[in-house]
C-alpha cells in the first residue's frame, strides 16, 4: 500500500509541496495519514492534517477531534480543524457540502493545491450503487474519481478490508464512528443492507464492479475529448453569458447534431445551473432550443434561457 501510494505520488507529480491530508480519525484516514506521514521526507511534503468536526455527536465529536490531534502532534505536523456550527442540517448531503467547503478554506489557508481524502475501494462501490438507484447517466457510473485537482485519492484501489488489514499489521489506531451502523443515511443501508446480498451472488463483485466503474471513466475520458471538439464548432464565446460563464449555442450547427449527442452538450451546458439534469429536463431543453427561433424558456427563479435568430444563450433576469 505504501509503495502503490509512492507510485501514485509520482504519477501525479506530487513532490516538493504543501499538501493536506482530510483526516476524520476512522482507519481509512489514519492509515492515509501513516502512509503520507511515512513518504513525506522522499517526496519533501510539507504535510499538515485537516479536521472537520460536523458537531453530530456531541462528546465523541470533540473525542475524534481530540484524537486526530494528537496523531498530527506524534508525527510532528501542523494540525488545522474547524467546527461546524449547530444550525447546519443533518444530511448527508450537507455534510458533504460542508466538508468541501472547509476543505477549500484549508486550502486556501495553507496556499496549497493539494488535499488527501481516503476514499476507498468499498466507498466507490457504495457511491455507484447509490447513483445507479437514485437515477445517474453514463458519466455519473465513474463513480468517486483517483484525481479532480486539488483532491487526490491514492486509497481508491484498496477495499476497506485491505486497510483494516493494514493498521493491524502496523498497529495504527484510529476511531469508530457509531454513526456509521446507523442505516438511517442511505450509504450506510447500501453498505449494510444491500452489498452483502450482493456478495451472496458474486463474492468478487466489489472487484467485478470496481472494474466497471474503471471502464466507466475511460469511456468517459473518450468522450470527454470528442466532445470538447463538437463544443469548439458549436460554441460562440462572442456571445458567452459571463455571469454564468457560458458561451452561447450557434442553433443551426447545434440541429446539425445527432439528438443523442445534442441531449449530451445540454448536460455538461447545464451541470451548476441546473439542479436535476435529469433526461426529462434536458429532453425539455433540447425540445425548445429545436421547436423556438425566438422566445425564452425559465431555466431557475433568476435566469432564462433565450433563442433568438440563430443564437442560443442564457441572461440574468
Known sequence: MIE?????LKKYNIADKTVLAA???GVDSSCLLYILNSLKKDFNLNLKVIHLNHN???EESIKDMEFVQKLARDYGVEFY???LDDDIKKTELSARDARYDFFERALKKFESNVCFLAHNKNDNVETFFY????GTGISGLSSIPKCRPPYYRPLLEFSRDEIESFAAKFDIKFRVDASNEDIKYKRNF???NILPEILKINDNALNAVSSLINIATEHNEIVEDYLKIIEKEIFDHNGADWANKRPAIIRDKFLNLKPELQREILSRYFKGLLKNRDFKNILKIQNFIIENE???LSINKDTFLKSWKNSVFLYKR
Open 190 to 192: 447500501i453498505r449494510k
Open 23 to 25: 483526516v476524520s480519525g
Open 294 to 296: 425566438n422566445s425564452t
Open 56 to 58: 453530530w455527536r456531541g
Open 4 to 8: 502503490k501510494t509512492a507510485a501514485f
Open 131 to 134: 447513483r445507479v438507484i437514485k
Open 81 to 83: 480543524y474547524e467546527t
